[in-house]
């Protein structure tokens, strides 16, 4: 059964303090993880999807990269703005003809 | 531009009473998802159309049903709602199964 862990849950960061967020994940056979970013209330907005080991993808102070076992979403000097959860899925052709299985986010909060 | 619609963004029913939750799109996707995300939990998927072509998880309760009546609808049926029905709704799109899920806002569900 495909997994996806996200740590950490929770990450607080001062503005400029740059961190990175880490999703690990067993699956066989990955066609292709994806990060979205969730803010309160609403519906996740897509941010990245890597297809294969070493790619990596940027976007204003984000970049993420994918290793054979996880994937890293990079935060750049961070600021406020960028305060939200964000969640990592991955899918596979095993995992009911492609659906996404997600991990459990990780709640960035960024103080001013 | 393209996007995904939910009406309504907030619905309050009574326990047990009917309600129906509305997802259209403009990107001309072929596959439509309905998620159920509860507070601090990962989306988890209901169901989804490969075009008319209707796939319910195994897991989703008979409670739920979901029609489609052509490309740009995509409606979500909950037939007796209980406590444990309260959450927010997301409606996903892709063009194909293995391409990426754009999300709509989510509706917000309450039971009283």
């Known amino acids: 059964e495909d997994q996806v862990t996200q740590s950490p849950e929770a990450l607080r960061l001062q503005e400029g303090e740059s961190s990175s967020l880490n999703c690990s994940y067993t699956v066989s056979g990955l066609r292709g993880l994806f990060w979205y970013r969730q803010d309160p209330g609403k519906g996740p907005e897509f941010l990245f999807t890597?297809?294969?080991a070493g790619e990596e993808k940027e976007k204003e102070r984000l970049k993420a990269t994918l290793t054979k076992k996880e994937s890293f979403l990079h935060i750049t000097a961070p600021k406020p703005e960028d305060s939200a959860t964000y969640l990592c899925?991955?899918?596979?052709?095993?995992?009911?003809?492609?659906?996404?299985?997600f991990g459990g986010g990780t709640r960035l909060m960024v103080k001013p | 531009d393209a996007m995904v619609i939910q009406n309504p963004r907030y619905q309050v029913t009574q326990f047990g009473k009917p309600v129906t939750l509305s997802c259209s799109q403009t990107l001309n996707h072929n596959v439509m998802y309905w998620y159920q995300q509860k507070s601090s939990q990962a989306p988890k998927l209901l169901f989804h159309?490969?075009?008319?072509?209707?796939?319910n998880e195994a897991d989703t309760p008979d409670n739920f049903q979901s029609r489609r009546p052509n490309t740009s609808f995509c409606f979500l049926d909950i037939r007796s709602p209980g406590l444990g029905d309260a959450a927010m709704y997301l409606c996903a799109t892709s063009r194909d199964r293995v391409d990426t899920q754009y999300f709509g806002p989510g509706t917000r569900l309450t039971v009283l």
């Open positions: 899925a991955v899918q596979a052709p095993d995992n009911a003809g492609n659906m996404l299985t």
């Open positions: 890597l297809y294969s």
């Open positions: 159309y490969y075009d008319k072509d209707f796939n």
